[in-house]
């Protein structure tokens, strides 16, 4: 064969993608065409945590949330300066939103016609699956049947007027960040498809429906046991299959097929020797990659040094070449499916699929996704704290922090410290550009535009065709969020984190006695408060903490996310709390703490100790116990029984008078 009829042979790579977005439009617009330049053939859209739930960028819960995980997008301004000179029609863009995703997708609408592009033309996916953020990610907003309503709008929207949109990503990833089982993955992800699919089937033609479920798309995780997940993807595949033909009678192979997109594990990256993650995130590629047959249609890797802040540019550039390496360089794409016939791959993927059909089963005998909720929040709680476990007792082995400790510094992290730091004063610009956007609008074409909105809202209209025509009136992203709450309602997700003690007490007698003797000497049982100020929804950490001080006998209180400083200071103060405990990943960590360390001291707690865990540089810890922070953990500390000793030794009296 020569090498021109060889080149012909291959398979077409999948679409490399980076997650990127940070700080305003208009610099993460320079780091889209620069990325676009090196190579990446997709876009993938990080918004910032006020953009996914809702706020504007000058709202009270947006106090150092601004660009720290995302781009802010409040308007119709704000994405076209996002994808100026990227001529939409041409590009094929995912957009990681979820409560917001009616809003972002009209704004991309609207910008992508300002660009005079035929809309039916425009090629991406929102990933608009808010299940999933009430097990796992926390951005969602509304209860779970108006936001299932919500996603119905958007699927039957984009079938009618954006065909080649995938209106819906399933996604998995996050549920196997907060601890999921592949079993577990498989289940709960197709439970969600599940009810997606029940509730769209109605809306359009019988004859239109196989088309329709064939636009929705799927964002799954890749972890470290490379085989186990090459496994799993290969099951995710027969079961949709088989959902899709079964249950609901799509006899086109076309419409059947598992369609994924994918980001590699980023929980398991580790602060500890963080180079190693290079070659953690390349074999968890494989995973993906290697099975033809189960093989994704984008990918996107996060960078080596994600669990220590933000990458740079080069960062996410390394991982980039990693995709084109193997895409363009390794002979992978020449050959048929590695892995027909194999019969441990067979027996695996078997297993696998058996198992999820038995939890789906389960599931549906709780009313599927929508009622099984809070039966699956726990589950992952349970599951997560079993893999944390297991870390800990060295039965997992994670190379470079349970073992093989000892190495040498990384020169990776010199100069600027190995990760990009969002400059403070980002917020403040973008909080004036969104007041001149204000000032400077048709306020009743406004008016006119939120009242039409909120009219479709409660008569139970599509709300896309209302929310474009907000998005051209100049409505922002707070304005619009906050017709769907009025409307539907805020939720407060299930925590997963019971107050009864569980029996998971192996190993833990010792720090039950020291708990017991100390609660003795405070005249009452040791009460730990745990929050999480600010908009970050990454709960895991938190809800880690709270299962384990209440499984050592501590008395906890764990509310949940969101938090105010001031709501949490209310609670220690009305909980008598001996210990306050703060959960921060998102960045914010410096205002957050500052504020509610301020709010401790007017309320009379100055003398309450505090301890803040999360994703915070060295410098910053420095600063945090400058303001009265007891205890600093991050990524590093993950033997848990050393904090819930910490928290003992905070709260014994005779200790506090030591000092």
């Known amino acids: ?44 859209v990080a918004f910032d945590l006020p953009t996914q739930t809702g706020y504007d960028s000058d709202h009270v819960l947006s106090r150092g949330e601004v660009g720290k995980v995302g781009v802010p997008v409040c308007h119709l301004g704000d994405m076209r300066t996002l994808f100026d000179q990227i001529p939409l029609e041409q590009m094929n863009t995912s957009m990681t939103i979820n409560a917001t995703a009616p809003w972002l997708l009209s704004l991309y ?37 108006p936001s299932l309503k919500m996603i119905a709008d958007v699927a039957e929207y984009c079938y ?66 490379f085989v186990t997940e090459m496994c799993k993807m290969r099951a995710f595949v027969d079961l949709w299959d088989e959902i899709l033909e079964t249950r609901y009678g799509v006899e086109n192979p076309k419409y059947r097929r598992f369609r994924y997109g994918v980001q590699v594990n980023s929980l398991g990256l580790t602060e500890q020797q963080p180079e190693n993650n290079v070659y953690r995130i390349l074999i968890e590629m494989l995973a993906v990659t290697l099975s033809k047959k189960a093989r994704a249609r984008a990918v996107q890797l996060p960078a080596w040094n994600e669990a220590l802040g933000l ?20 002979d992978l794409l020449e050959y048929d499916d590695l892995f027909d016939g194999n019969p441990a791959v067979d027996a695996k993927v078997e297993e696998l699929k058996n198992g999820a059909r038995s939890e789906l ?37 994670v190379v470079g922090v349970n073992k093989f400790q000892k190495g040498e510094p990384s020169p990776l992290m010199t100069g600027d410290g190995g990760i990009m730091v969002v400059d403070p004063a980002v917020e403040q610009e973008q909080i004036n550009r969104l007041a001149e956007w204000r000032r400077d609008r048709d306020a009743a074409a406004v008016e006119k535009a939120l ?40 939720y407060r997700g299930p925590t997963g984190v019971s107050g009864a003690p569980s029996n998971k007490t192996e190993g ?99 003398e309450t100790p505090v301890i803040v865990g999360g994703i915070i540089p060295d410098e910053d810890a420095d600063r945090l116990r400058a303001m009265g922070v007891a205890r600093v953990y991050t990524p590093k500390d993950f033997e848990l029984n050393t904090i819930m000793q910490d928290i003992v030794t905070l709260a014994d009296p005779k200790a506090v008078a030591a000092q």
């Not at 197709?190 to 329709?212: M, N, S």
């Not at 726990?378 to 476990?389: E, K, Q, T, Y």
Request: aromatic share 6%; net charge negative; hydrophobic share 40%.
């Open 1 to 44: 064969m020569s090498q021109t009829q060889q080149d012909r042979t291959k398979d077409r790579p999948w679409l490399i993608r980076t997650y990127a977005g940070h700080s305003t439009a208009k610099a993460s617009n320079a780091l889209y065409r620069s990325n676009l330049e090196k190579g990446q053939t997709g876009l993938s």
């Open 109 to 145: 609408i609207a910008a992508a016609e300002e660009q005079g592009a035929d809309v039916s033309k425009l090629q991406g996916t929102v990933q608009n699956d808010l299940i999933k953020e009430y097990l796992s990610r926390g951005t969602y907003i509304c209860p779970p049947e």
């Open 160 to 225: 009618t007027n954006v065909p080649k949109w995938n209106p819906m990503n399933v996604c998995s990833y996050h549920l196997q960040e907060a601890g999921a089982t592949p079993e577990q993955e498989l289940a709960f992800a197709l439970a969600t498809a599940i009810a997606v699919l029940d509730a769209l089937k109605p809306r359009v033609p019988a004859e239109d429906f196989p088309a329709l479920a064939g636009r929705i798309s799927f964002f799954v995780n890749a972890g470290i046991r």
């Open 311 to 330: 990458p740079r540019p080069w960062d996410q550039q390394w991982s980039m070449r990693m995709q084109q390496i193997m895409a363009f360089e390794t």
């Open 361 to 397: 089963s389960n599931l549906e005998s709780m009313g599927g996704a929508i009622g099984a909720i809070d039966y699956m929040k726990s589950r992952l709680v349970d599951s997560n704290a079993d893999r944390l476990g297991r870390i800990e007792a060295g039965e997992t082995v």
């Open 451 to 490: 009242a039409d909105l909120r009219a479709a809202a409660a008569n139970g209209d599509n709300v896309m065709p209302a929310s474009i025509a907000a998005a051209k009136a100049g409505v922002t992203t707070g304005e619009w969020a906050a017709q769907m709450r009025s409307v539907h309602g805020e």
């Open 508 to 606: 833990l007698d010792d720090l039950r006695s020291a708990v017991d003797a100390v609660s003795d000497k405070l005249g009452r049982r040791l009460k730990f408060v745990i929050g999480k100020p600010g908009l970050d929804g990454h709960s895991n950490g938190a809800e880690q903490i709270a299962f384990r001080a209440r499984d050592c006998g501590m008395d906890i209180t764990y509310d949940g996310i969101r938090l105010t400083p001031e709501e949490i200071v209310s609670k220690a103060l009305e909980d008598d709390a001996h210990v306050v405990g703060l959960s921060i990943l998102s960045g914010s960590h410096i205002p957050l703490v500052e504020d509610l360390m301020d709010r401790m001291r007017a309320a009379g707690l100055g």
